[in-house]
């Protein structure tokens, strides 16, 4: 029997976080160097890059044209049959991707025995990369970026831009079509069709703007005034990455607090 993990807990209705064991953390960082060393990630997927969601969020900022589309329940869609052929398709041999497919999975419906991957160990990350990267709907984003719009993928959430209505239109039609293809779905409550700003992690963007969300920065400026040093240096430098004029603001509020 395999010892991957030793609890999961609910992270929020539906969701579930795996803690994987020494054993299933030695085995994931294995299987993610493994990958690492035949596959390189796009330059716009960028979980797997330096920046994050906000050098995502930024590449769309002065864009007039942009929609968001997000996979509903992603990390479940990621099947061990659909990890199993991607890194295959990457080079490793049958027998390797097929242990490291089950090495990547659990049921999370016992006795089901519907294997996919989970949040929380090492290489789940990178692994749906590599699946999504490989798949029908990775190869209609390429097409896309190819055809001179951008497109950033941020885990499960994916926003393209560009110069006309028209043009994004079309290219959500495509992801959509690609998405289809790959057994991939998105989520329709989640999904913003092309405007001229669209919001994403809680970040407006677009034709010009950059800006963290009115509520976000409420809570924000709640943690400024019953923060310690570290806490309130870590806000103001993260929103201080987004807009330089709203980490001014909270700098403030965390100045009156001090003097209180």
Not at 2 to 24: C, Q, S, W
Not at 82 to 105: F, N, Y
Request: hydrophobic share 40%; aromatic share 8%; with cysteine.
């Amino acid at each position: 029997m395999r010892n991957l993990y030793d609890h999961h807990f609910a992270l929020k209705p539906g969701t579930r976080v795996y803690i994987p064991t020494e054993m299933g953390r030695k085995r994931g960082t294995e299987i993610k160097g493994a990958i690492e060393g035949l596959w390189k990630p796009p330059a716009n997927y960028f979980h797997l890059l330096e920046g994050g969601h906000v050098a995502a969020v930024k590449s769309h900022r002065n864009a007039t044209w942009l929609a968001s589309l997000d996979l509903q329940r992603f990390f479940d869609q990621i099947t061990r049959t659909k990890i199993h052929r991607a890194l295959k398709v990457i080079g490793l041999p049958h027998q390797d991707a097929w242990e490291m497919a089950c090495d990547s999975t659990v049921d999370k419906k016992p006795p089901k025995r519907h294997f996919s991957l989970p949040f929380g160990f090492v290489q789940s990350p990178i692994v749906a990369s590599v699946v999504l990267a490989q798949s029908a709907l990775g190869g209609a984003i390429r097409n896309l970026v190819a055809g001179g719009l951008t497109v950033t993928v941020y885990v499960d959430d994916i926003t393209i831009s560009g110069s006309s209505e028209e043009q994004v239109f079309a290219a959500v039609e495509q992801l959509e079509t690609g998405a289809e293809l790959a057994g991939l779905a998105f989520n329709p409550e989640k999904t913003q069709l092309p405007n001229g700003a669209v919001t994403s992690f809680n970040i407006a963007f677009g034709s010009g703007a950059l800006e963290v969300k009115e509520d976000r920065m409420a809570e924000f400026e709640v943690a400024i005034r019953n923060g310690n040093e570290y806490q309130i240096e870590g806000i103001l430098g993260y929103v201080g990455s987004v807009n330089h004029g709203q980490a001014d603001r909270l700098a403030d509020a965390a100045r009156r607090s001090n003097l209180r």
